[in-house]
C-alpha cells in the first residue's frame, strides 16, 4: 500500500471473559480512492488486523460417579502471554468413602502446553479407602473402631435434671446388677428407684452371658438419651453392644482409648485395685527397698494384646538388684497357645523360676511401680502401687486414664508407650530427689481422694459426671 494513503494504529480491547487478558489490536483507516482498489477491489474501507495468546475458560465439570459417590471437578485456570507464562490447574474431588476412613491425595503433574506455555496441574483427589485399619499400623489399642458422635449439647436431655441438689441415678438390674465399686451403689444419696425421677440411667454391661447385651431394649431407652453405659471388661467387644447401636448413649469404661473416646462426654474409670497395700505408705519414698518392680502375667503371641511383656525391652529391664521385673506364663490362654505352638513359649520356663523368687507384697516396697498394660490398656497395678504409696510408672498406648476431668496425672505418674520402654529406667534414675517426693505426695492425695475404696470410687464417678454439665446446674457445679 501506498506510504500516505492510510495511518495506522496499535490498541487494546477490553478482554471478552474475566479469565482472559486484553486483546492487542491493529487498526489502519484508508483513504478511499487508494484503499478501495488496493485493499477491497472497491468495496471496504478500514481493516482491522486483531492477534491473541490461546487461553481455555474456567470448566466445570460434573461426572458420572459409581452409586452413592459425588465427584465435582472444578478447574481453575490462571494463565498469563507472553512466552514463559504458566498455568495452574486445580483440581477437587470429594467422594464418599466408608465409615472412620479417608484418603487424601495430592498430585502434581507436568502437563504438555503450546509453544512458551507451562501448565502445573495439582490434583487433590478422595480414593476409595484401603481395606486396611485406620488406625497405626500393629497397635492393637483400637477398639471398638468408632462410637456415634455425641457431645453433651447434642445427646443429653437436660431438662431430666432440673430442680436437683444431686443428679438422681436409676439403676437397670437387666443386662446385670450394679458390679465392683458400683455394688453398694443403690445405698448412695444418688440412687432412685423411680425412673421418671432419674437424671441418669446406669446400665452394666457386664453379664455373665457369653453375648453382648442389646440396650435399645431396655423399658426407658429413649435412644440411649441420659444412659450411661457402664463396664469393666478387657474388650469392648465382649460385653458391649455393636458401637453404633448405643445411640446417644455415653461410656463409662476402663477400656476407653483417645482415638475414640468423645472427651467431655465418656468417662474413664480404673480396675479397682486387687489388694491395697496402704500400710506400705509410711515408708519413705527414697529408702525403699527396690527402685522399680513389677510381677505378673506375661501374654503370649505377636499380635496379641499385653504381648509386649514377652519383649526383651521389657524383661531387660530387671537387674536382679533393685529393678526386678519377673513374669509367668502359667496362664490358661497362654496355656493353650504353648499346647499348639511351643515355639511362643520361648524363655517361659526360665522366667517362671525367677517369678517364684519373689514376692508381690515384698516388691510392691518400691519407689516406682511398673503399670502394664495387659489385656486392656488399664492395669489392677496402677491402683495397688498407688495403694503401697508408689509412683505409678504406666506402659500403655492410646490410654484415656481414670476421671481426667478431675485429676491431673501429670502431677502423679509416668506414662510410657510399650515403643519407648527402653528409655523407662534410664528416665526414672534422671528424675531429681524433690520431683520425687513431689510426686509421691500428690499420688497419696489422689489415692486417698479419689481412689482408696469402694465408695471413693462411687463418688469420684458422680463428680465426673456432674463435671460434664460446665456448671449448668449450680448445685452439681459444687464438686
Same mark, same amino acid.
Given at each position: 500500500?501506498?506510504?500516505?494513503?492510510?495511518?495506522?494504529?496499535?490498541?487494546?480491547?477490553?478482554?471478552?471473559?474475566?479469565?482472559?487478558?486484553?486483546?492487542?489490536?491493529?487498526?489502519?483507516?484508508?483513504?478511499?480512492?487508494?484503499?478501495?482498489?488496493?485493499?477491497?477491489?472497491?468495496?471496504?474501507?478500514?481493516?482491522?488486523?486483531?492477534?491473541?495468546?490461546?487461553?481455555?475458560?474456567?470448566?466445570? %465439570? =460434573?461426572?458420572?460417579?459409581? /452409586?452413592?459417590? !459425588? *465427584? $465435582?471437578?472444578? &478447574?481453575?485456570?490462571? @494463565?498469563? +502471554? #507472553?512466552?514463559?507464562?504458566?498455568?495452574?490447574?486445580?483440581?477437587?474431588?470429594?467422594?464418599?468413602?466408608?465409615?472412620?476412613?479417608?484418603?487424601?491425595?495430592?498430585?502434581? %503433574? =507436568?502437563?504438555?502446553?503450546? /509453544?512458551?506455555? !507451562? *501448565? $502445573?496441574?495439582? &490434583?487433590?483427589?478422595? @480414593?476409595? +479407602? #484401603?481395606?486396611?485399619?485406620?488406625?497405626?499400623?500393629?497397635?492393637?489399642?483400637?477398639?471398638?473402631?468408632?462410637?456415634?458422635?455425641?457431645?453433651?449439647?447434642?445427646?443429653?436431655?437436660?431438662?431430666?435434671?432440673?430442680?436437683?441438689?444431686?443428679?438422681?441415678?436409676?439403676?437397670?438390674?437387666?443386662?446385670?446388677? #450394679?458390679?465392683?465399686?458400683?455394688?453398694?451403689?443403690?445405698?448412695?444419696?444418688?440412687?432412685?428407684?423411680?425412673?421418671?425421677?432419674?437424671?441418669?440411667?446406669?446400665?452394666?454391661?457386664?453379664?455373665?452371658?457369653?453375648?453382648?447385651?442389646?440396650?435399645?431394649?431396655?423399658?426407658?431407652?429413649?435412644?440411649?438419651?441420659?444412659?450411661?453405659?457402664?463396664?469393666?471388661?478387657?474388650?469392648?467387644?465382649?460385653?458391649?453392644?455393636?458401637?453404633?447401636?448405643?445411640?446417644?448413649?455415653?461410656?463409662?469404661?476402663?477400656?476407653?482409648?483417645?482415638?475414640?473416646?468423645?472427651?467431655?462426654?465418656?468417662?474413664?474409670?480404673?480396675?479397682?485395685?486387687?489388694?491395697?497395700?496402704?500400710?506400705?505408705?509410711?515408708?519413705?519414698?527414697?529408702?525403699?527397698?527396690?527402685?522399680?518392680?513389677?510381677?505378673?502375667?506375661?501374654?503370649?503371641?505377636?499380635?496379641?494384646?499385653?504381648?509386649?511383656?514377652?519383649?526383651?525391652?521389657?524383661?531387660?529391664?530387671?537387674?536382679?538388684?533393685?529393678?526386678?521385673?519377673?513374669?509367668?506364663?502359667?496362664?490358661?490362654?497362654?496355656?493353650?497357645?504353648?499346647?499348639?505352638?511351643?515355639?511362643?513359649?520361648?524363655?517361659?520356663?526360665?522366667?517362671?523360676?525367677?517369678?517364684?523368687?519373689?514376692?508381690?507384697?515384698?516388691?510392691?516396697?518400691?519407689?516406682?511401680?511398673?503399670?502394664?498394660?495387659?489385656?486392656?490398656?488399664?492395669?489392677?497395678?496402677?491402683?495397688?502401687?498407688?495403694?503401697?504409696?508408689?509412683?505409678?510408672?504406666?506402659?500403655?498406648?492410646?490410654?484415656?486414664?481414670?476421671?481426667?476431668?478431675?485429676?491431673?496425672?501429670?502431677?502423679?505418674?509416668?506414662?510410657?508407650?510399650?515403643?519407648?520402654?527402653?528409655?523407662?529406667?534410664?528416665?526414672?534414675?534422671?528424675?531429681?530427689?524433690?520431683?520425687?517426693?513431689?510426686?509421691?505426695?500428690?499420688?497419696?492425695?489422689?489415692?486417698?481422694?479419689?481412689?482408696?475404696?469402694?465408695?471413693?470410687?462411687?463418688?469420684?464417678?458422680?463428680?465426673?459426671?456432674?463435671?460434664?454439665?460446665?456448671?449448668?446446674?449450680?448445685?452439681?457445679?459444687?464438686?
Amino acid at each position: 500500500m501506498p506510504d500516505g494513503n492510510c495511518s495506522c494504529s496499535v490498541g487494546n480491547l477490553p478482554a471478552l471473559g474475566t479469565n482472559e487478558s486484553n486483546v492487542a489490536t491493529l487498526s489502519c483507516h484508508c483513504n478511499n480512492s487508494t484503499a478501495d482498489r488496493y485493499l477491497r477491489g472497491g468495496v471496504g474501507s478500514v481493516t482491522l488486523i486483531q492477534f491473541q495468546c490461546p487461553v481455555n475458560p474456567p470448566i466445570e %465439570v =460434573e461426572k458420572a460417579c459409581p /452409586p452413592s459417590v !459425588h *465427584t $465435582v471437578e472444578t &478447574v481453575e485456570v490462571e @494463565k498469563a +502471554c #507472553p512466552p514463559s507464562s504458566h498455568v495452574v490447574e486445580t483440581v477437587e474431588v470429594e467422594k464418599a468413602c466408608p465409615p472412620s476412613s479417608h484418603v487424601v491425595e495430592t498430585v502434581e %503433574v =507436568e502437563k504438555a502446553c503450546p /509453544p512458551s506455555l !507451562h *501448565t $502445573v496441574e495439582r &490434583v487433590e483427589v478422595a @480414593k476409595p +479407602c #484401603p481395606g486396611v485399619p485406620w488406625y497405626a499400623e500393629g497397635k492393637t489399642w483400637h477398639s471398638p473402631p468408632k462410637f456415634p458422635s455425641c457431645t453433651m449439647d447434642a445427646c443429653f436431655n437436660y431438662s431430666r435434671c432440673d430442680n436437683m441438689t444431686e443428679p438422681l441415678v436409676f439403676t437397670y438390674d437387666l443386662p446385670g446388677p #450394679p458390679q465392683r465399686s458400683f455394688e453398694g451403689f443403690n445405698k448412695s444419696k444418688y440412687w432412685t428407684d423411680d425412673p421418671e425421677k432419674a437424671c441418669l440411667f446406669f446400665v452394666f454391661l457386664d453379664t455373665k452371658y457369653p453375648w453382648p447385651v442389646k440396650p435399645y431394649n431396655l423399658p426407658h431407652w429413649n435412644g440411649g438419651l441420659n444412659h450411661v453405659l457402664i463396664t469393666f471388661a478387657d474388650k469392648w467387644e465382649l460385653r458391649g453392644p455393636p458401637s453404633g447401636s448405643i445411640g446417644n448413649a455415653s461410656i463409662m469404661g476402663t477400656i476407653l482409648y483417645q482415638t475414640t473416646s468423645r472427651p467431655g462426654f465418656d468417662i474413664g474409670i480404673p480396675l479397682p485395685g486387687k489388694v491395697h497395700l496402704t500400710e506400705l505408705q509410711s515408708v519413705h519414698p527414697m529408702k525403699r527397698k527396690y527402685f522399680a518392680t513389677f510381677r505378673g502375667t506375661r501374654y503370649l503371641g505377636a499380635h496379641m494384646d499385653g504381648a509386649f511383656r514377652s519383649f526383651d525391652s521389657f524383661r531387660e529391664m530387671h537387674n536382679g538388684d533393685d529393678v526386678i521385673v519377673v513374669t509367668t506364663c502359667n496362664q490358661i490362654t497362654n496355656n493353650g497357645l504353648r499346647s499348639e505352638h511351643p515355639e511362643l513359649g520361648v524363655n517361659c520356663d526360665e522366667d517362671g523360676e525367677l517369678h517364684a523368687k519373689y514376692e508381690f507384697t515384698d516388691l510392691m516396697n518400691a519407689t516406682f511401680g511398673l503399670a502394664p498394660a495387659g489385656r486392656q490398656p488399664a492395669s489392677y497395678r496402677f491402683i495397688e502401687v498407688m495403694s503401697a504409696g508408689g509412683i505409678p510408672v504406666l506402659i500403655t498406648d492410646n490410654y484415656v486414664k481414670p476421671f481426667e476431668t478431675l485429676i491431673d496425672w501429670h502431677e502423679c505418674a509416668l506414662e510410657f508407650p510399650t515403643s519407648q520402654m527402653h528409655r523407662i529406667i534410664p528416665a526414672l534414675r534422671a528424675l531429681k530427689e524433690e520431683d520425687i517426693l513431689r510426686r509421691q505426695r500428690n499420688c497419696l492425695r489422689i489415692y486417698n481422694e479419689f481412689l482408696k475404696d469402694d465408695d471413693t470410687l462411687t463418688e469420684a464417678s458422680m463428680r465426673a459426671l456432674k463435671k460434664r454439665f460446665m456448671g449448668v446446674f449450680p448445685n452439681f457445679a459444687q464438686i
